[in-house]
């Protein structure tokens, strides 16, 4: 019975250990994808960070040599509207990198868990052959204890026996002229 009952165990530790192995796969798969999703994010924001400096060389060029307000206006506009769209995209990457260290805490918690089950699946396998083991020595030992009984008796019954046949043989001889 506590053999079954351990080989429950032992089937809900392997179940679980699956279960977090396919959520590991899992965490590491959306990981790759923030990633990715990050570095696009980086790479866009280097690249409007260029061009705001840029726009800004233009401005200052065009109000060093003196040009038309309206146009001074318009890079002035331009400029504010990609100043906001660097911070809309940095706030996303700082987002995505938030986002990136909880999976990867989550992970690596994951995996620690996956140790611990490991451990712990090692020591019920340990102990259930342990115990199958004691199981099987003393089953052994109570048939062995068994077959010495049996023999003893049989021992029992031939020394009756042969104490029968030899007061019979000792009265044959007495008894006979």
């Known amino acids: 019975m506590q053999l079954i009952n351990e080989k429950q165990k032992a089937n809900h530790a392997i179940n679980k250990h699956s279960k977090l ?17 990050f570095t696009d994010l980086v790479q866009r924001n280097n690249s409007l960070q260029e061009r705001e400096k840029s726009l800004s060389q233009d401005l200052e060029a065009v ?3 003196g040009g038309k307000d309206s146009r001074t206006q318009i890079l002035e506009k331009q400029v504010v509207a990609l100043q906001a769209e660097v911070k809309r ?5 700082d987002i995505s990198a938030d986002q990136t260290r909880t999976l990867l805490a989550r992970k690596d918690q994951k995996q620690k868990e996956i140790e611990q089950y490991k451990f712990a699946l090692g020591e019920m396998e340990k102990q259930t052959n342990d115990k199958l083991t004691i199981g099987l ?13 049996e023999s003893n008796k049989l021992a029992e019954e031939f020394k009756l026996k ?9 009265f044959k001889l007495t008894c006979l002229p």
């Open 21 to 37: 192995l396919s959520v590991t796969h899992e965490l590491e798969e959306r990981n790759s994808t923030v990633e990715e999703k």
């Open 63 to 65: 109000t060093k040599y």
């Open 89 to 93: 995209v940095q706030t996303s990457a």
């Open 137 to 149: 020595l003393t089953q052994r030992l109570i048939e062995v204890q068994n077959r010495d009984i």
């Open 162 to 170: 042969l104490s029968q046949v030899y007061i019979f043989y000792f």
